[in-house]
């Protein structure tokens, strides 16, 4: 069955970085993209991100643009999302997803992210 | 980018109780339009894609309308387990765009 298998949660000071790992099974991780979806405490879905798992193109909402970084490894089928200059507004829970192209049809657990001093 | 425009904000229902949640685009998204359940502590989870088509396993009380700028998904006969927050979403262009969320409660 399709999994999603995040890393654990992290706590990090402001200005520092942070990647979430995503380890996909269960089915040919070259042939669906992964988003990323964060949710900050109490709130709703934002979009951030897409990366092909067919030829790494990626795509970022622009308020992410020069802070993040997304990246696939085929031969693990894992995806990373790396967030850059953290703030404390940075504070959410991540989430990736499988991204057929038209939805996003399986999510992984999702990874706290704190951002404290 | 594309604004989508969910109501109502939350809604309160009785078990047993049929609930429709609306969802606006901006613009023409044709079907490239999905909706989510989310309950508290868990990640989303897809449940009707293409505006209509129900995702696997998800049962047939609920279901979805809509195509171009209007859409809503429908909950008949609610149960205990479908108090949630659902939230709709486009992907018919980038940046994909969320609803923001119609949290459903027990009355």
């Known amino acids: 069955q399709v999994q999603l298998v995040q890393s654990g949660a992290e706590v990090k000071k402001p200005g520092a970085s942070v990647k979430v790992s995503c380890k996909a099974s269960g089915y040919p991780f070259s042939d669906y993209g992964v988003s990323w979806v964060r949710q900050a405490p109490g709130q709703g879905l934002e979009w951030m991100g897409w990366?092909?798992?067919?030829?790494?193109?990626?795509d970022f909402l622009q308020k992410f643009l020069g802070r993040v970084s997304m990246t696939r490894d085929t031969s693990t089928s894992t995806a990373y999302m790396e967030l850059r200059s953290l703030r404390y507004d940075d504070t959410a829970v991540y989430y990736c997803?499988?991204?057929?192209?038209?939805?996003?049809?399986?999510w992984g657990q999702g990874t706290l992210v704190t951002v404290s001093s | 980018d594309i604004q989508m425009t969910q109501s109502p904000s939350s809604l309160s229902a009785s078990v047993g109780d049929t609930v429709t949640i609306t969802c606006r685009a901006s613009?023409?998204?044709?079907?490239?339009f999905n909706w989510y359940q989310q309950k508290p502590g868990k990640a989303p989870e897809l449940l009707i894609y293409a505006a209509s088509s129900l995702q696997s396993g998800v049962p047939s009380r609920f279901s979805g309308t809509g195509s171009g700028t209007h859409f809503t998904l429908t909950i008949r006969s609610l149960q205990p387990e479908d108090f949630a927050t659902y939230y709709c979403?486009?992907?018919?262009?980038?940046?994909?765009?969320f609803g923001q969320g119609t949290k459903l409660e027990i009355k």
């Open positions: 997803a499988r991204d057929s192209g038209s939805s996003l049809d399986h």
């Open positions: 613009q023409n998204i044709n079907n490239y």
């Open positions: 990366i092909s798992g067919y030829n790494g193109n990626t």
């Open positions: 979403q486009q992907s018919y262009r980038m940046p994909q765009t």
